[in-house]
């Protein structure tokens, strides 16, 4: 990024799956619409709560009178018994003529509709006071958590997890604890209808094979004709796909290892101690949700930065070997993220500008981990479309493959690394708002198909705060006219987490095109 200035006051192979095409008589306008609605929950989950606090009042009440809540919960089934209370309810309400409460009993109603077709699972898993409990414990809970939209069930999925532990593992059981944090519960309901849209949305393609590039030749300095051979297919490739496959033997194979086994025990760790993993900054910290996983380092090419971050997690002795280990692989990344960017800027003659956009830029080094789907789904998303918001990412599957990218037709396609060993380097948003729109950024996501467990790994180049992402004048003439305002990245980060955003087709365009 060529700066404008900074602000001193100042983010097992299977066969192809093709889901149903979507309906055409649904809008690709509409179904981003829905998407975005679906992520923004803050605001349903706020009405949400306070409709379920004076139904929780409503059912208080009904309790204390002479009726009982429940007449005979044992000859119920469970559904029966929370129709039965929630129709009690709208009666006395009725009665003493109180509309508001008769319509939030209606909000109720409709939740109940969906369990309709799991009643018979729930007769020995549900609690005839389940609704109570449920409602009570959500709107008091400590963590300040509220409700989504379809909390009745999830309640019920609870239930019948805890009953299943109660009865023993079962004989397909992996050994983890089924009933996951209830976070991840509530908010699954919306990820996985924002999966169902975005699977039909994309239908997915055949694997791809990306152009490979060999960063392993040791004559490979600037001015050299090895360096302008690399530095051409490095431009065309990211042309044509906005990424390409990096052999890059910095990374030893033992170090690669080294890597994996630490993400394994990292892992591993309980959850209230990998939520040590904190940062100031949004998505840098640890983070957990449906089937994916992962931790945060800030400036991990500094040293003392992963010491930090280990220092988190091990708050009396750290772990050296953890922290070396990973200070060694976001360090060798982080030189092959130098040539990257070095050889795209002297492609489009910017080389003047080469120090102060490095200068200008910091790391996050990020570690993943994917549960696979359980038995009776073939293929779960793990993260869906996007694009990264950074400068450039530097991706790394481990085993087990599930990295998916959009070409310009608007396909899908697996990537097929040719090498366990290499690395996948993509376009952010930041590199193609700087270059004025010259490269542009790839939308990915990750479709996890296998039954083993991913791992994977990213280093993200990100711009420093206070830093301003504006094209080089080399870079706008009547041909190529300016695309993108001037900006500062924490500004384009937090409009991301927008309504505006999330519903955005292009986040970059709807943020600072011009």
């Known amino acids: 990024m060529t700066t404008g200035g900074t602000n001193p006051d100042t983010s097992g192979e299977e066969p192809a799956l093709t889901p149903p095409p979507p309906s055409p008589l649904l809008s690709s306008k509409f179904m981003s619409s829905v998407i975005a609605r679906l992520a923004h929950q803050e605001e349903v989950q706020k009405t949400t709560n306070d409709q379920l606090a004076a139904i929780v009042a409503a059912l208080n009440a009904s309790t204390d009178s002479s009726q009982p809540l429940h007449p005979d919960p044992p000859s119920e089934s469970p559904r029966a018994t929370v129709t039965a209370a929630v129709t009690q309810v709208d009666s006395a309400a009725a ?21 309709s077709d799991e009643e ?16 009570t414990r959500k709107i008091t809970s400590t963590n300040n958590e509220t409700l989504g939209p379809s909390d009745l069930r999830v309640g019920a999925n609870a239930k019948r997890a805890k ?28 990820n996985d209808l924002r999966t169902k849209l975005d699977l039909s949305l994309h239908p997915l393609s055949d694997s791809i094979q990306l152009p490979v590039i060999d960063f392993s030749d040791q004559c490979l300095t600037p001015g ?19 990424c390409f496959e990096a052999f890059f033997d910095k990374v030893s194979v033992e170090l690669d290892k080294s890597v994996f086994e ?16 904190v940062s100031s900054k949004p998505y840098h910290g640890y983070l957990s949700q449906n089937i994916y996983e992962s931790f945060g380092i800030d400036d991990a090419n500094l040293a003392e930065k992963v010491n930090e971050f280990t220092q988190q997690l091990w708050p009396d002795h750290g772990n050296k070997r953890i922290s070396e280990t ?71 599957q481990y085993q087990v493959e599930g990295l998916e990218i959009q070409n310009k037709d608007k396909k899908w396609f697996k990537v097929k690394p040719s090498h366990q060993y290499s690395f996948i380097v993509m376009v952010g948003d930041s590199m193609c708002a700087f270059l004025n729109g010259r490269l542009a950024s790839t939308y990915h996501r ?34 190529h006219p300016r695309v993108f305002k001037p900006f500062e990245f924490n500004d384009y980060r937090d409009f991301y987490n927008t309504e505006a955003g999330f519903a955005a087709q292009s986040t970059l365009h709807a943020f600072c095109a011009l």
């Open 224 to 242: 050299t004709s090895k360096w302008d051979k690399v530095k051409t297919d490095v431009r065309k490739a990211l042309e044509d796909y906005g």
């Open 326 to 396: 990973m200070h060694g692989i976001s360090g060798k990344l982080a030189e092959l993220d130098v040539m990257v960017r070095r050889m795209i800027m002297e492609s489009f003659g910017i080389e003047k500008y080469i120090d102060e956009h490095l200068d200008s830029t910091n790391y996050l080094f990020r570690m993943m981990k994917y549960t696979p789907p359980p038995p009776h789904e073939e293929k779960k998303l793990g993260l869906p479309s996007h694009t990264d918001k950074n400068i450039m990412t530097i991706l790394h």
């Open 446 to 479: 990750v479709l996890v198909t296998a039954k083993k467990t991913r791992y994977s790994t990213a280093l993200f180049s990100t711009p420093k705060t206070g830093v301003i992402l504006d094209s080089p004048e080399e870079l706008i003439d009547e041909e």
């Open 95 to 115: 009665e003493e003529d109180q509309p508001a409460i008769r319509q939030r009993i209606e909000v109720i109603r409709a939740q109940l509709e969906p369990l």
């Open 163 to 190: 009953h299943a532990l109660s009865q023993g593992p079962s004989p397909a059981s992996t050994g983890d604890n089924p009933i996951v944090d209830l976070r991840d519960q509530l908010n699954a309901p919306i």
């Open 120 to 135: 018979s699972d729930l007769e020995e898993a549900l609690d005839p006071l389940d609704l109570r409990t449920l409602l």
């Open 262 to 277: 630490a993400m394994e025990e990292l892992f591993d760790l309980p959850t209230q101690t990998k939520e040590r993993n």
